[in-house]
């Protein structure tokens, strides 16, 4: 469950201090300020580790790329798993640790991949940058390991460890022998496992110094380490400007690990994995896996390769399908399983959520109730309280509409949190089937789809899932919503008071300057909250 | 049964145990780490083992509506002496599986939760059941969290074992919505449980089956890199920190293991074959793996590989899809959550779902079976000093909520067996109620911590576990006077 740190809203009004959130608002506590939306805005840097551990994603990445393997090395499956954090993400850092268990997979993997670098040529060459010679190779391959130059004795240290190889690998040439030994502690090193944040306070602020902020960048962006030309301008100092911050920005994110990084963020966000468990009759039993990929592909397209903006993502009439998501649409002349870009109706699709996917997750008569409660939390971070648990009442009407309405409506003991919030929503979307189809009645009753819902302090009437998806994306509360998410997932922790700023300008840009999604990133990395931090508070 | 896609060129079985690595072996019994403080344990091996049902049982319902309560079919029919016949006869009653061990039960019953929820009953509940400490106000509702710490590390920590990192295991696919809920090392900061007991035991039993020779050559190399990595970690422990830097980074030193002779401590080859073939995640799996992670738990108890675990069973709210033989015609029930509230649907409104509580009943059963099946392994399975674990230590099968449709904290379900050493009075249902006042549950830890031979500091039997503004003291019903724990 998320709850919004920004909202300023009558919607989350509605609900507050109705059954099941019987805590009361206190402004200067941030999850009292997540929970209720009214927030004070807190000065200052982001209070926050400054060792955050590799999430396990991260360790898989980052040891492809030191290496340069074109493949993941596939051994995190096996690692402790960690708790849930507090964002819609794997990646919080504020609980990543290295426990007993977490340590002995480490070791594992790191005797394991020692084997295979010595066993690989391209990747032993890719560790000693064709190098004989131990100081300079430890001294440049430390760089890249650490993310950082290596400090005054460490290369003597591991040239020590090397040069006890042979003693532990005595079938091993005396070189390999060292370099796996050597290896094998490099990465267990905390300065691999954990990303290096440590720097002066003054004032309680910690500057960022550029090599911190090349990692910064490239994990936010990247999940993995930095590359060869990150680390040069590392080097050079070019990350301590907003011009090479931002040049570093825009070419990263054309890369590939972009791509993945982008596709992740909306998969967490939007649980695009449970459409993968969707099924219909008569279609193949990979339609669920490409409901997934159809939307996956769409959000990534509109944003790295159209540059598009939220509002793209949410009311752009077009998407990609292959012949089976086409009789969904009911379009014709699509063949084949292939996706391939088409264009809309758009007087009924806008944006992803209104591709199958999402229209077939959840079916039945609690259908409008669950897509309600899924965009009001993923797309709006609106709180909404736990459901309350009471007899049921009896359900009456023709149309589904109806029979949810005489359950939840007004009236009802459900009225507070459904007939204002969840179930206004919901209603927009009954245009369409439990399979994503276009429909026009239900039950033989004209569908009504009619509703209005108040964003902040305006209410907005709709008629249909077009005109919501429009209001929505018209939205403050989506914009701020979707830079808190990505703020969340690109640093890696839970949003704090002191980022509020930096969310309501980035929002701001993002509604009334339609700021692409790239532009969003780009502010993120170029904010406050990215080039300094402070160090944690003290627990009580 | 078939496991999840693996990576390629990187089977389990290749990265646990066949790549000439080696992972935390079991301890030589010399090597033990000891704790610091005074202990009173009539056995280096006593233990406890907490499982945990959700949901609640199908008991008499009061906070739901007392008019209309469902009958008890979780309890003994009456308290005092129980024998396996008089178990037995009470068929109507899921304690009644536990015949077979019914001279070593103990089911306290009148126990609940001190404080209340925050949101969320499964999660309050959660995070109180192993802790008796406060429900966080932040985070609230699903994502709330215990402020204190739970017995299973509070054990973990103070008996003596190869690690100081209770085992805690996880049955089933962990939901986003609230998944392990168990184990704290301390307030807000809550252990991550393991759902696969393949990996489990292959980090255990890493090094067993080789040859002394291959492990000396692990042991001096690894000793080596874990000097380096030690030295690294003391530097960064110098540094200004702040506290929860520091105890994040103080966890991680810690962990540091260097590798310890191992015993011969396998599962016979076919299990461990069994093990490594099973998928952790599949719902239709959840008797297989439980069983599963019930068999490493005892042979980590039984080689003294660790003396506290926890097995959490299915989600917070878990709503796995049981399929019980004889039960709905061997056909999958209705989400068990969903059974819990006697509604098809996890919140308030919903089509009632026929005969609930007798169904919740059923998977009450089946927990009281698969929860035999522990005790079984620990009537079987010895210390290496020969003592039978059942003799030796504790387990309990308890739940984060009483009864499912209300969601009550009150008399939330703690079945023991084993008498810790001879120390609890096992043989005997106990009902601690105080007429219609129920008792908070810290007492009990007290009990079973002071029972294991915890002390406080000052060499006092343990009675403040908790909250600090909880009662007091032990749970007398509990005791057996005669134990050697309590001279």
Redesign the interface.
């Known amino acids: 469950m998320r709850r919004s740190l920004l909202l300023t809203t009558a919607l989350a009004l509605a609900c507050e201090g109705s059954i099941g959130d019987p805590t009361p608002y206190d402004p200067s506590d941030p999850e009292s300020c997540r929970r209720t939306g009214r927030c004070e805005s807190v000065s200052g840097p982001p209070q926050t580790s400054a060792y955050p551990r590799l999430s396990h994603p991260q360790w898989e990445n980052t040891v492809r790329d030191l290496f340069g393997w074109d493949e993941l090395p596939g051994l995190s499956a096996t690692f402790a798993a960690d708790p849930s954090g507090t964002t819609n993400f794997d990646n919080d850092g504020t609980v990543l640790q290295v426990t007993s268990n977490h340590w002995a997979d480490y070791q594992s993997a790191a005797e394991v991949i020692a084997a295979r670098v010595i066993d690989d040529p391209a990747a032993k060459a890719r560790m000693t940058g064709g190098s004989s010679e131990p100081r300079a190779l430890y001294e440049a391959f430390l760089h890249r390991a650490f993310r950082r130059p290596a400090r005054a004795g460490e290369v003597d240290t591991y040239v020590a460890l090397h040069e006890q190889g042979p003693t532990h690998y005595p079938a091993l040439p005396a070189f390999d022998a060292g370099l796996r030994l050597a290896l094998e502690a490099i990465l267990q090193s905390p300065f691999f496992l954990y990303r290096d944040e440590d720097g002066e306070v003054r004032d309680g602020v910690v500057q960022l110094d550029s090599h911190q902020l090349a990692s910064r960048l490239s994990y936010a962006l990247w999940d993995t380490m930095p590359d060869d030309t990150l680390f040069a301008a590392a080097d050079d100092g070019d990350l301590e400007s907003s011009d090479g911050l931002r040049a570093q920005t825009f070419r990263m994110l054309d890369d590939d690990r972009a791509r993945a990084k982008v596709e992740d963020f909306h998969r967490q966000l939007f649980e695009l994995e449970t459409y993968d468990a969707i099924t219909i009759d008569g279609f193949s039993n990979d339609l669920g896996r490409t409901m997934r990929l159809e939307t996956e592909r769409f959000a990534t397209s509109v944003i790295l390769d159209d540059d598009g903006s939220l509002q793209d993502l949410l009311t752009a009439p077009y998407s990609y399908v292959n012949e089976e998501l086409a009789e969904l649409y009911g379009l014709e002349g699509v063949t084949g399983t292939e996706l391939r870009r088409v264009d809309l109706d758009p007087t009924q699709r806008a944006g992803l959520f209104t591709h199958p996917g999402f229209l077939a997750r959840k079916r039945g008569d609690t259908a409008p109730i669950l897509r309600g409660v899924y965009l009001n939390m993923r797309v709006l971070c609106a709180s909404l309280p736990t459901p309350p648990v009471f007899e049921p009442p009896v359900q009456r009407g023709t149309t589904r509409r109806e029979r949810v309405d005489s359950v939840t409506g007004l009236g009802t003991c459900g009225e507070t949190c459904h007939a204002g919030v969840i179930n206004p929503i919901g209603f927009a979307f009954e245009t369409f089937d439990d399979e994503g189809r276009w429909r026009d009645t239900d039950n033989g009753v004209s569908v009504d789809a009619t509703s209005s819902y108040w964003f902040g302090d305006e209410e907005v009437a709709y008629d249909g899932p077009v005109e919501l998806m429009g209001a929505i994306a018209s939205s403050d509360m989506a914009h701020r919503c979707y830079a808190q998410n990505w703020m969340e997932f690109a640093f890696g922790r839970p949003l704090q008071t002191r980022d509020v700023a930096t969310v309501e300008s980035i929002a701001k840009g993002s509604l009334t300057e339609g700021w692409s999604v790239k532009e969003i990133l780009a502010a993120l990395v170029d904010s406050p909250s990215f080039r300094t931090r402070a160090p944690l508070p003290e627990e009580e | 049964m078939a496991k999840q896609a693996?990576?390629?060129?990187?089977g389990?079985r290749l990265?646990?145990r066949g790549?000439?690595?080696?992972?935390?072996g079991l301890p030589f019994l010399e090597s033990f780490v000891r704790a610091p403080r005074a202990k009173a344990a009539p056995s280096d091996y006593s233990f406890a083992v907490w499982c945990r049902q959700a949901n609640g049982v199908a008991q008499a319902d009061l906070q739901w509506d007392e008019a209309r309560a469902e009958p008890d079919l979780f309890w003994p029919t009456a308290t005092g002496r129980l024998t396996r016949e008089s178990l037995a006869a009470m068929s109507t009653q899921a304690l009644s599986e536990l015949a077979d061990h019914a001279d070593v039960l103990l089911p306290v019953a009148g126990l609940r939760f001190p404080f209340p929820g925050?949101?969320?009953?499964h999660s309050g509940g959660g995070n109180q059941v192993l802790t008796a400490a406060r429900v966080s106000?932040?985070?609230?509702?699903?994502?709330s969290l215990s402020m204190g710490e739970s017995v299973d590390n509070r054990l973990a920590r103070e008996l003596a074992s190869s690690?100081?990192?209770p085992l805690t295991l996880f049955t089933g696919r962990?939901s986003?919505?609230l998944?392990?809920v168990l184990s704290y090392r301390g307030?807000?900061d809550?252990?991550?449980?393991?759902?696969?007991p393949f990996?489990v035991y292959s980090?255990m039993v890493?090094m067993s089956g080789r040859s002394d020779e291959e492990v000396n050559?692990a042991r001096?190399?690894?000793a080596?890199?874990n000097d380096?990595?030690r030295?690294?970690?003391t530097w960064?422990l110098s540094?200004?920190?702040?506290?929860?830097?520091r105890r994040?980074?103080d966890?991680?030193f810690?962990?540091?293991?260097d590798l310890e002779v191992t015993m011969g401590c396998n599962l016979p080859a076919m299990r461990e074959m069994e093990l490594d073939g099973v998928d952790p995640l599949s719902e239709g799996n959840y008797q297989v793996v439980t069983q599963m992670h019930i068999d490493v738990i005892a042979i980590a108890l039984s080689c003294g590989y660790t003396r506290s675990a926890t097995l959490q069973m299915g989600n917070g709210n878990d709503g796995t899809q049981h399929v019980i033989p004889g039960v709905n015609g061997g056909a999958a029930l209705p989400r068990y959550h969903q059974i819990s509230?006697r509604?098809f649907?996890?919140?308030?409104?919903?089509?009632?779902i026929a005969g609930a509580h007798g169904l919740h009943h059923q998977v009450d059963r089946m927990h009281a079976r698969l929860f035999k099946y522990l005790l079984d392994r620990l009537a079987e399975r010895t210390t290496p000093d020969g003592d039978r674990l059942l003799d030796v230590g504790t387990a309990c099968w308890t739940n984060d909520l009483g009864a499912g449709?209300?969601?009550t904290y009150n008399n939330v379900p703690f079945v023991f067996a084993g008498s810790l050493g001879g120390n609890l009075a096992v043989g005997q249902y106990v009902n601690v109620r105080e007429g219609n006042t129920y008792l908070p549950h810290n007492r009990m830890f007290n009990t079973i911590l002071s029972a294991a031979g915890v002390r406080k500091g000052d060499g006092s039997l343990v009675d403040d576990f908790g909250d600090e503004s909880l009662p007091r003291g032990l749970l007398d019903a509990m005791v057996d006077p005669s134990g050697p724990a309590w001279s």
């Open positions: 693996k990576k390629p060129g990187f389990r990265f646990l790549a000439g690595t080696a992972v935390l925050n949101g969320c009953g106000d932040t985070p609230s509702g699903n994502e690690t100081t990192e962990k986003g919505y998944p392990e307030p807000r809550l252990r991550a449980a393991e759902n696969d990996l980090r890493g050559a001096l190399r690894q080596s890199v380096l990595v030295e690294q970690m960064l540094r200004d920190l702040s506290g929860a830097d994040r980074l966890l991680h810690s962990a540091i293991r509230h509604i649907s996890d919140g308030s409104e919903g089509d009632p449709v209300s969601h």
